[in-house]
T-cell receptor, first 115, second 111 residues
Framework: DAGVIQSPRHEVTEMGQEVTLRCKPI?????LFWYRQTMMRGLELLIY????????DSGMPEDRFSAKMPNASFSTLKIQPSEPRDSAVYFC?????????????FGEGSWLTVV | DAKTTQPNSMESNEEEPVHLPCNHS???????IHWYRQLPSQGPEYVIH???SNVNNRMASLAIAEDRKSSTLILHRATLRDAAVYYC????????????FGQGTTLQVKP
């Protein structure tokens, strides 16, 4: 399997622009997670889905952020409008639940810079 | 989610063993102890996990205290490639699938 695939790998955008980050989870996995990482706050869980349904979005910072999972093989994280403080690495991850817990596999991240 | 405490940083020499400690005094009976690591410019990756007994895999060993209030990740022979941030995380598999990361331990490996 190719692992979790994220795009774009790097994006530089101007403040106020819309940003869409994309994720293809590992085939067959039933959980999908979006994390954000900054030097100040470390790795933060933004939202996660189970079987394409959002389960917990309490980590989404504000209404400018939205995430969707229209099917089992695709998810998006959108920021509209973007602000400089949104600059971070955004990781998508996926896992398959088992009775002994589940190993979570991360993508390589989308490096976002908002200027 | 129960909290873990790890040292901010540790140093090791190449080809020597490394013991990375983690305290989790509020662990519940169903919490598994998971370790992930994050190499520079990469996403976190799974290292090992256990419940009560010590565990070994090709990457590392996990030693769990008898009272489960602490654990130690053991890298038997550190290489330069093991320089990373190591995260100790408690997860209850019957609760949710999510991982909540702390600050982790930054491991430096000297040649």
């Amino acid at each position: 399997d190719a692992g979790v695939i994220q795009s774009p790998r790097h994006e530089v955008t101007e403040m106020g622009q819309e940003v869409t980050l994309r994720c293809k989870p590992i085939s067959g996995h039933d959980y999908l997670f979006w994390y954000r990482q900054t030097m100040m706050r470390g790795l933060e869980l933004l939202i996660y889905f189970n079987n394409n349904v959002p389960i917990d979005d309490s980590g989404m910072p504000e209404d400018r952020f939205s995430a969707k999972m229209p099917n089992a093989s695709f998810s998006t994280l959108k920021i509209q409008p973007s602000e400089p403080r949104d600059s971070a690495v955004y990781f998508c991850a996926s896992s398959l639940w088992t009775a002994r817990g589940n190993t979570i596999y991360f993508g390589e991240g989308s490096w976002l810079t908002v200027v | 989610d129960a909290k873990t405490t790890q040292p901010n940083s540790m140093e090791s020499n190449e080809e020597e063993p490394v013991h990375l400690p983690c305290n989790h005094s509020t662990i519940s009976g169903t919490d598994y102890i998971h370790w992930y690591r994050q190499l520079p410019s990469q996403g976190p990756e799974y290292v090992i996990h256990g419940l009560t007994s010590n565990v070994n895999n090709r990457m590392a060993s996990l030693a769990i205290a008898e009272d489960r209030k602490s654990s130690t990740l053991i890298l038997h022979r550190a290489t330069l490639r093991d320089a990373a941030v190591y995260y100790c995380i408690l997860r209850d598999p019957s609760n949710t699938g999510k991982l909540i990361f702390g600050q982790g331990t930054t491991l430096q490996v000297k040649p």
